[in-house]
């Protein structure tokens, strides 16, 4: 049996509970506000109750509204799961009916997914009239806190790191692909090792140093020439339309780029890693319906193609 203290639990009104996880999941009081169908005076009002409850400020403002404070990441970890199974109790688990639910999905994932999939969900939800997707841009060693902060629902990433708290699922593999152009660097294809090294290179990495590929051909005593670097694997392939240089992006993006961009996709010429895509989520949401929606369409959406190789043959 559960030791309930009443006097202290009476001091802690369940509501308020709620609207610290609209505050976390929204990070601004307005948006917060008009997600728990609330003013925003009762919004404001409720987080100062917050504030006088845990003693601390919680939130703190920023310019494009409210960041949390470590105490409020803290009670995260914990309020999150505990509002989950009320919910479940509450409700019982009631069916998640997506075509009248309304529901904002959060997904966290870097941008190479976020074009493999999103078009794919995007086309899924587009008769849901009450269903909105969301994606934030987040990384295998972001996913997990995202989700301990309730900023995402659903973290996708290449073998992301987590903990005891979290569940995982695999999607699909993928390995890599080489992009350029064909009307400004006319190479046959598949690429020879010769052509490759002898053109330059757009690199897309974090610290814009090394990548990948780097590691592949320093093991081999090789080296290649890179004239610039990027964040973004969008932004490698965009700069490809007049640029006559080779980016090698993940394969699940390059034949999406490939297909947008007019660019041609083929194998590197040497051998590279194949890594498998896994979506994670928080263990205390495995159960409800609504997420196991969302991870069902996640599914599906990515299916056994998501991470195919572009073709071998001359081109």
């Known amino acids: 049996m559960i030791d309930i203290y009443e006097t202290e639990f009476r001091k802690a009104d369940l509501n308020l509970l709620v609207v610290f996880a609209a505050l976390l999941r929204e990070r601004s009081v307005t948006r917060a506000a008009a997600a728990l169908h609330l003013s925003q005076g009762a919004t404001s009002a409720a987080l100062g109750r917050l504030r006088v409850l845990f003693d601390d400020e919680l939130f703190t403002r920023t310019r494009g509204g409210v960041e949390p404070t470590p105490r409020a990441v803290e009670l995260a970890r914990r309020v999150e799961p505990a509002l989950g199974l009320i919910h479940g109790a509450v409700t019982d688990r009631d069916p998640f009916d997506p075509t009248t639910a309304r529901r904002t999905f959060t997904l966290g994932m870097s941008d190479d997914l976020e074009a493999a999939l999103l078009p794919g969900l995007l086309e899924a939800t587009s008769k849901l009239p009450g269903i909105r997707l969301a994606v934030r ?179």
């Open 137 to 315: 841009q987040a990384s295998r060693n972001t996913v997990a806190d995202m989700i301990d902060r309730s900023e995402i629902d659903l973290g996708i990433a290449a073998a992301p790191a987590h903990r005891a708290e979290h569940r995982s699922r695999a999607l699909f593999t993928s390995d890599y692909t080489c992009l350029f152009n064909p009307r400004l660097l006319p190479l046959r294809t598949p690429l020879a090792l010769a052509d490759y090294l002898a053109h330059p290179h757009l690199l897309i990495s974090y610290d814009g140093r090394r990548g990948i590929v780097d590691d592949v051909l320093e093991a081999r005593g090789l080296d290649r020439r890179v004239i610039a670097s990027t964040t973004h694997f969008a932004g490698a392939a965009l700069q490809l339309a007049t640029l006559p240089a080779l980016t090698t992006v993940p394969t699940h993006a390059a034949t999406v780029y490939a297909r947008l961009l007019d660019l041609t996709a083929t194998v590197p010429p040497l051998p590279m890693p194949t890594y498998t895509v896994s979506a994670l989520w928080h263990g205390s949401v495995s159960d409800d319906p609504a997420h196991l929606w969302l991870r069902n369409l996640v599914d599906t959406t990515a299916g056994p193609g998501a991470g195919t190789s572009p073709d071998r043959g001359d081109g």
